[in-house]
């Protein structure tokens, strides 16, 4: 996801195809599913519950709410 993420705002974004998955659209979608899975069992973990706060804050900083 952050490696995704990463690339979407970087210079190397124009560089893929044209008909690339990755749009701002997906890219949101992808955010939001692995944020709720991750979600569901991130009580078992403080690893998995440090995971889902990277992530949230990569998708707020990203704009991909």
């Known amino acids: 996801m952050l490696v ?3 690339v ?3 210079k190397l974004y ?3 195809p044209s008909d690339t ?3 701002k ?3 949101a979608a992808l955010f939001k599913r692995t944020i ?3 979600s569901d069992v991130a009580q ?3 690893i998995l519950r440090m995971d889902l706060e990277i992530l ?3 998708q707020r900083q990203q704009g991909l709410e």
């Open 4 to 6: 995704l993420a990463s």
């Open 8 to 10: 979407y705002k970087s």
């Open 14 to 16: 124009p560089l893929l």
């Open 21 to 23: 998955w990755l749009t």
């Open 25 to 27: 659209t997906n890219l």
């Open 36 to 38: 709720a899975v991750i």
């Open 44 to 46: 078992n973990s403080p």
């Open 56 to 58: 949230k804050n990569v």
